[in-house]
């Protein structure tokens, strides 16, 4: 199987199910955003970090490869069995926010991002995160999707922004807190 087909060379892709689209369109959108996403959660993966959050983002980066595949598929063409995100994977992400946030000092401001490349990285994976979300909400006002995976990306957010959280514990980062000039 060769790389290139020189089947999108005129700005359209084909989706799972046989539907030639826009490479702009909003489907398009959201899984290329999950799949920047992946990336971005694979650069936090490659970093010195504990093998349990290795292990956890390995777990992530499945379900996001799986999510890509679901926004990727015509849901009128598309007669293939595919994997799907399930009400236990977004348990797995609020159970391991619950046990980072369980060692962290309680919020009293919002966080600057920053302190350690690390944990730039963190934050730059959930502001992504927030960005497919956003993208995947448009698609599902014009064509609905699974409402699990919204579910799954609000909750990835939150789960990124709580490892930046114990990741700057972790490497003895500086917390910078915001303070609203008023």
Not at 125 to 145: G, T
């Amino acid at each position: 199987m060769k790389v290139y087909t020189k089947k999108g060379d005129q700005g359209t892709t084909q989706l799972i199910g046989g539907t030639r689209v826009p490479k702009s369109s909003l489907r398009i959108e959201a899984y290329g955003t999950v799949d920047e996403l992946n990336s971005y959660i694979g650069l936090i993966r490659d970093q010195e970090i504990s093998e349990k959050i290795v292990e956890q983002l390995l777990e992530i980066q499945d379900r996001l490869f799986t999510m890509g595949s679901q926004l990727a598929a015509d849901p009128e063409a598309s007669k293939m069995k595919l994997p799907e995100i399930v009400d236990g994977d977004v348990s797995n992400l609020e159970n391991w926010i619950d046990e980072m946030d369980a060692t962290l000092e309680p919020m009293k401001s919002f966080v600057l991002p920053g302190g350690h490349t690390t944990v730039s990285y963190c934050h730059i994976a959930r502001c992504v995160c927030r960005r497919a979300e956003r993208i995947s909400v448009d698609l599902n006002a014009d064509q609905p999707i699974q409402a699990i995976l919204l579910t799954y990306l609000n909750r990835l957010s939150d789960y990124l922004f709580v490892l930046s959280r114990k990741l700057s514990s972790d490497l003895n980062a500086t917390e910078h807190p915001w303070v609203a000039r008023i």
